[in-house]
C-alpha cells in the first residue's frame, strides 16, 4: 500500500447513468402485488417473447422479487428443444403471472413475465391486454 497515491476526496469520478434505477412493482388483475422489478425501465419496455408475449427478464442483469407463490413445473416442447417451466401464480387468485424457463431452448439465466396478468397499477386492465381487446373487437 505504501507509495499508492489516494485518490482525491473532494471530487468524485464522474460516472454517467442513463436512468435513475426505481422499484416497479406489479399487481395481479385481482390487486394482489406479485412482482416488485429494480430497474430503469418499465416492464412495458422490455423484450417479449415471441411465443407468448412473455416479457423476459435476465436474472442476472435485473433485480427483481417475486410475491407470487411458486405453482407446478410442467414439460413443454417447443421447435427448438424441450422447456422447463417453473410457474408463479397470484397469491390470492391463483392466476398463473409469469414462470422461470430452463431446458434445451435455454442457455441463460431468464424469467418470463405474462403481459397479459400483470399492471402496474392495482385494478387496472394491463396494457397488452387492452390491445387484445382493440384487435379483437376491430376485425
Ligand atoms: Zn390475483
Known amino acids: 500500500m505504501a507509495g499508492r497515491q489516494h485518490?482525491?476526496?473532494h471530487s468524485r469520478?464522474?460516472?454517467?447513468?442513463?436512468?435513475?434505477?426505481?422499484?416497479?412493482?406489479?399487481?395481479?388483475?385481482?390487486?394482489e402485488y406479485n412482482l416488485i422489478l429494480v430497474s430503469t425501465k418499465p416492464l412495458?419496455?422490455?423484450p417479449q417473447r415471441i411465443t407468448d408475449s412473455a416479457y423476459i427478464i435476465d436474472n442476472t442483469q435485473i433485480k427483481h422479487s417475486w410475491n407470487a407463490k411458486r405453482g407446478e413445473t410442467v414439460l413443454l416442447k417447443r421447435s427448438d428443444g424441450?422447456?422447463?417451466?417453473?410457474?408463479?401464480?397470484?397469491r390470492r387468485c391463483d392466476l398463473l403471472v409469469g414462470y422461470k424457463a430452463t431446458g434445451e431452448s435455454h442457455?441463460?439465466?431468464?424469467?418470463?413475465i405474462l403481459a397479459t396478468?400483470?399492471?402496474?397499477?392495482?385494478?387496472?386492465v394491463p396494457v397488452a391486454l387492452q390491445n387484445e381487446v382493440k384487435s379483437s373487437l376491430g376485425r
Open 7 to 9: 485518490p482525491p476526496t
Open 13 to 31: 469520478p464522474y460516472r454517467p447513468r442513463e436512468k435513475p434505477i426505481s422499484s416497479h412493482v406489479y399487481y395481479c388483475l385481482c390487486g
Open 44 to 46: 412495458s419496455d422490455f
Open 82 to 90: 424441450y422447456e422447463q417451466q417453473e410457474r408463479y401464480h397470484c
Open 107 to 112: 442457455s441463460g439465466d431468464y424469467s418470463y
Open 117 to 124: 396478468a400483470l399492471t402496474e397499477a392495482p385494478g387496472a
